[in-house]
C-alpha cells in the first residue's frame, strides 16, 4: 500500500500562496508603544515648554497609531477562530483595546494610558492563555 | 472643459516576456501530476490535494478554468483560477482593463474572511502582478485523484 502511494505520488509541488505570514507575534510590540505614551503623557505634565509639548503630541499620536495597528495584526493573523474556546471574549478585548489607543491619542490623562495598559495585559493573557508564548517566538534570541 | 484638446491616451507600457512560449515536445513532458501546498484556493482546493494536470494546453484555457502557471517575477510554480481570458475585460476599483491577446487575469479562490481567519495575508495573483502571460501557462489542473474522499473533476466556477 505504501508502495502504491509512493508511486503515485506526485513530484511537482504547486503553491496556493497568500502573503507570508512570519508568525512571529507577541502583545509586548503593542505594550512597548503603548508604555511609550503613558511615558509621554507622564513628561508632558512635567514640563511647560510649548515646543516640548508640540514634540511630545505629536510623538504619542505616532507611537498610539503603532500601537494600534500591532494590537490589529495580533486580532487579524495571530488570533484564529478556535482561540475563542479558550478566551470567549477576544473579540471585545481588542475592541476595547483598539479604542482605548484612539482615546489615549487625544487624550492627556494618565489614567488612559494606564487603562490601555491593562487591556494590552489582558490580551498578553490570552496570547499566552492560547499558547502563543510557545509557538510564536523563536526559542531564545537569534544569534 | 472647453478649449482644450483631449489628449491621447497611450496606455501603460507593455514590458516585453522574457519566457518564450514552450513547444508542444517540451509540453508533453509534463508535469502530469502535481501536488498542492497553501491555502488560497481553498475551498476548490486544499493543501495537500493531488491532481492531474493537462500540459499540453497551448492556450489559455477559458474563464473559470484552474490552472498551474510560473508566477511572473518570481517563477514559482502556483495554481489559479483564470478569472478573465486572453481580449477580455477585467473590472479593477478604478476603471478596467483590456487583456492583450496573450494574457490572462489569475485569481485565487480564497475569499477575504477565509483568509482573514487563517492569518495569512493578502492573495499573491493578478492583483498584485497583474496579467500573466501565455508563455508562463503550465497547464490546466482538470482532476483531482488524491485524497480518496475528495476524488472528481476540476473546473467550473468557485463555489
Redesign the interface.
Known amino acids: 500500500m505504501f508502495r502504491i502511494r509512493t508511486f503515485l505520488a506526485p513530484t511537482t509541488t504547486v503553491r496556493a500562496h497568500c502573503d507570508l505570514p512570519c508568525g512571529v507575534y507577541d502583545p509586548e510590540q503593542a505594550r512597548i508603544e503603548a508604555e511609550s505614551c503613558y511615558k509621554i503623557i507622564e513628561k508632558m505634565a512635567a514640563n511647560d515648554d510649548k515646543t516640548f509639548t508640540a514634540r511630545a503630541i505629536g510623538i504619542k499620536e505616532e507611537r498610539a497609531d503603532l500601537a494600534k495597528h500591532h494590537l490589529d495584526v495580533l486580532w487579524h493573523d495571530y488570533f484564529k477562530p478556535e482561540h475563542l474556546d479558550k478566551v470567549p471574549n477576544l473579540h471585545e478585548l481588542f475592541w476595547n483595546a483598539t479604542k482605548q489607543v484612539s482615546k489615549v491619542k487625544a487624550s492627556t490623562d494618565l489614567a488612559d494610558a494606564k487603562k490601555l495598559l491593562e487591556m494590552i495585559d489582558e490580551i498578553d493573557a490570552a496570547w499566552k492563555a492560547t499558547g502563543g508564548e510557545s509557538k510564536t517566538r523563536v526559542a531564545g534570541r537569534p544569534a | 472643459m472647453p478649449g482644450l484638446k483631449p489628449r491621447p491616451v497611450t496606455g501603460l507600457r507593455r514590458v516585453p516576456g522574457s519566457r518564450r512560449e514552450a513547444s508542444l515536445g517540451e509540453r508533453l513532458g ?2 502530469w ?10 475551498p476548490t ?1 486544499l ?1 495537500g490535494d ?2 492531474l494536470l493537462d500540459p499540453t494546453t497551448a492556450r489559455w484555457p477559458r474563464r473559470g478554468a484552474i490552472v ?1 502557471v510560473r508566477e511572473p517575477d518570481t517563477d ?5 483560477r483564470v478569472a478573465a481570458g486572453p481580449g477580455e475585460r477585467v473590472d479593477l476599483d478604478a476603471g478596467h482593463l483590456v487583456l492583450a491577446g496573450d494574457e490572462a487575469w489569475l485569481l ?1 479562490d ?1 475569499r477575504d474572511a477565509d ?10 495573483d493578478s492583483r498584485r502582478y497583474g496579467p500573466v502571460p501565455v508563455a508562463n501557462l503550465v497547464g490546466r489542473a482538470w482532476f483531482r ?2 485524497p480518496a474522499s475528495r476524488i472528481g473533476r476540476l473546473g467550473g466556477r468557485p463555489a
Open positions: 509534463g508535469p501530476r502535481v501536488a498542492v501546498t497553501e491555502a488560497s484556493m481553498a482546493i493543501p493531488w491532481l498551474v514559482v510554480l502556483a495554481i489559479k485565487s480564497a483568509r482573514l481567519a487563517a492569518g495569512a495575508g493578502t492573495p499573491i485523484y488524491g
